[in-house]
């Protein structure tokens, strides 16, 4: 076991996204691991970390809305569902482009592109933590173009997602 391994199962990874950080219990699953400027990136199960000046740096699978591996500048990009984008150089990516996607696909439950028409448009999904029991949470994101402000328009959303999870009668 190489060095930077045994230094991940007693690591507290620092936040990267409004989510509070946990501990890594137990010995993490690495599935694939590859280089960065900084030292490493390796996907565990549930979640992408990597070394950072100041310790790591964490993101859950289940957190990224949109991502994508850039072959040409060997960047690894995301954005999470409040909009903040994150990004990745892989000086040696081995695997771990395809288990970001992999694993990012694992985490998706159910997705659905919704119109409720005067260019308002959302995606409602229900993404499983793949680190914490399968809880799911459902999000409702909106496209480019909802007004702001619009009370009924955040009803008809909220129904929807109502709708929508009653139809696949799961939590």
């Given at each position: 076991m190489a060095a930077w391994e045994c230094s991940i199962a007693a690591a507290w990874m620092p936040p990267t996204t409004t989510h509070s950080p946990r501990p890594l219990s137990g010995k993490p699953r690495v599935l694939a691991w590859a280089r960065t400027p900084d030292g490493v990136a390796v996907g565990l199960s549930g979640r992408l970390t990597w070394t950072t000046p100041?310790?790591?740096?964490?993101?859950?699978?289940?957190?990224?809305?949109?991502?994508?591996?850039?072959?040409?500048?060997?960047?690894?990009?995301?954005?999470?569902p409040e909009g903040a984008k994150g990004e990745l150089v892989l000086s040696e990516p081995g695997r771990l482009p395809e288990l970001f996607a992999e694993r990012v696909a694992a985490s998706i439950?159910?997705?659905?592109?919704?119109?409720?028409?005067?260019?308002?448009?959302?995606?409602?999904?229900?993404?499983?933590?793949?680190?914490?029991?399968?809880?799911?949470?459902?999000?409702?994101?909106?496209?480019?173009?909802?007004?702001?402000?619009?009370?009924?328009?955040?009803?008809?959303?909220?129904?929807?997602?109502?709708?929508?999870?009653?139809?696949?009668?799961i939590a």
């Open positions: 100041d310790g790591w740096g964490f993101v859950r699978w289940d957190e990224i809305e949109h991502g994508r591996w850039d072959r040409v500048s060997s960047t690894l990009h995301w954005t999470l439950v159910v997705v659905r592109q919704v119109d409720f028409g005067s260019r308002r448009r959302a995606i409602i999904s229900a993404r499983r933590n793949l680190e914490a029991d399968g809880l799911l949470e459902w999000r409702a994101v909106r496209t480019p173009g909802w007004p702001e402000d619009d009370p009924e328009a955040d009803a008809l959303l909220q129904a929807e997602l109502a709708r929508i999870r009653a139809e696949y009668d």
